[in-house]
């Protein structure tokens, strides 16, 4: 006969960010779990009858399988069943289960509510909520301008290309991207938290459960979200996304012999919407070749599909890391030639891709012609870089939010991964033009051309410069192509040779 498991009181204290069936679940000691799930029932028990279901809740929410902690309020989303699934216990997953646990692992109105971060067009303040809920979806998209709050994915408009205008950001998504300043780990769905363990009898065991799946499955995926909206297309992530980010190139293989979309794009985050092969170079800390050779293995890859409203394709990606040996190993598959990338929705080729400053501090912010003619970077960092707040270096302006980030002297001194990824720049743009797949004098959405970016840095590389400019035409590009200001590579070229370096610059206050 199997013992009963006493609660002690460490089991029983009651924590908002961390409750006793949570706690329970992480535990090896099932026994523990199945006491705790027991108390919900002895709760339960001592509540008469006609007690209402608020009350019932409130009183038994604490040891419930389907207890839950919100990120928008405690920073962190969790449940028993997702405790449960980090901690590699199926034994206690199979007890959350038959108790009733909801599969999905979090709720649905928790998955809407983060979901808001990611709306193309939201407002401005939901990008510095922490501990704060966003309003639903439904009402978040009220204010949205109609043309794109019908059409997420649609192509960008003249006000977002304008926004971009007074501001660095990151060639392929939007200038303040989602969840940067969200002090919560991301809301994802027990198949996600599964998928990124890597364990295949976990996985298929929360499966087992029927938990919703249903957007993973669809190819091509929609341009629109379903009505009624479900756990799955809610995601800004999917069980594929999270194997591939995590490594778990076993776990790739498995979904897609279950039937998961090796082109799913999770378009609730419209603005950094990245199929799988995308993700493969683009997300994990390394490119995950072995996730991307697997992926294009499947006769349902798409390997051509682009990003929705910036149009990124694969090869953008691959050339902003400056890899030339992966970017030739890429574009030599006859699905993806170089040609093939085309523009961005920003009209940048590749060669501009490769000429684009890393981040902010490698941009001359000291002239006026070059910080009024540069607004994008090219690093694929999500989740740690932020421009520099130039306006906070005012002296006038010094107040209780005042940093000693803000003194931090300017340029900053080179390191030595700065060195490398000069030298880097130069190889892959030499191997660019030298493939005769580029045009030198092409102009983006600013009409900056890729000579217009490498005159704008910091520290101008004259050596490549001039070689770029010995090109066929390049020093009548250099001379004669103008921007939308009216400033040709060698006009900025010369202006940031000027330009005084200032801790404060009053043309800052305009950005």
Known sequence: MTEVYTLTEDDLEVSDDDPPCIRAARN??????????????????????????????????????????????????????????????????????????????????????????????????????????????????????????????????????????????RFWTEPDLPTLHFRSTPARTALEIAAGTGNIAVFDQVRAAKPDESWWLLDPTPTQLPDPLTHSSLCVSSPIHEAIISGKNEMLQHLLSLGFSPNIQPIAAPTRCLSPHMAAIALSTTPNLEAYSILSRDPRIDLAVRTPVFSIHVLHFATALLDSPLLERLSSNSATPLGAARTTALGHTLLHVASLPLIDVDINLFSWKIYESIHDVRTLDAGRWTPVNLVRRNPANRGILYSAADERPLPCTPIQEYEVDQK????????????????????????????????????????????????????????????????????????????????????????
């Not at 902690?69 to 028993?80: K, Q, R």
């Not at 999905?104 to 909520?129: A, W």
């Not at 066929?472 to 590009?477: A, F, K, N, V």
């Open 424 to 511: 880097k720049q130069e190889t892959m743009i030499l191997w660019l033009l030298d493939s005769g797949t580029q045009d030198l004098g092409a102009t983006d959405m600013y009409g900056n051309t890729a000579l217009h970016y490498l005159a704008c840095a910091m520290r101008v590389n004259d050596d490549l410069t001039g070689k770029v400019r010995a090109c066929d035409g390049g020093e009548r590009i250099w001379k004669e192509s103008r921007n939308e200001l009216g400033y040709s590579p060698e006009d900025l070229w010369v202006d940031g040779k000027a330009a005084k370096v200032e801790q404060w610059k009053d043309f800052w206050m305009d950005g």
């Open 28 to 169: 090896p000691n099932p026994a523990i779990l199945k006491a705790v799930l027991n108390e919900e029932n002895r709760l339960l028990g001592n509540l008469p009858a006609n007690s209402r279901p608020p009350q019932r809740n409130h009183i038994t929410h604490n040891f419930s399988a389907n207890t839950h902690i919100s990120g928008a309020v405690y920073g962190v989303y969790d449940s028993p069943l997702v405790a449960a699934i980090n901690a590699g216990l199926p034994q206690n997953i199979a007890i959350l289960l038959n108790a009733g646990a909801d599969p999905n692992g979090i709720q649905l109105c928790d998955l809407d509510e983060y979901s808001v971060r990611f709306i193309r067009g939201r407002d401005p303040k939901y990008n510095t909520y922490s501990f704060v809920m966003c309003p639903p979806r439904s009402k978040a998209l009220i204010p949205v301008q109609p043309s794109i709050a019908l059409a997420q994915t649609g192509p960008l408009t003249a006000g977002e290309i304008a926004l971009r205008r007074g501001k660095f950001s």
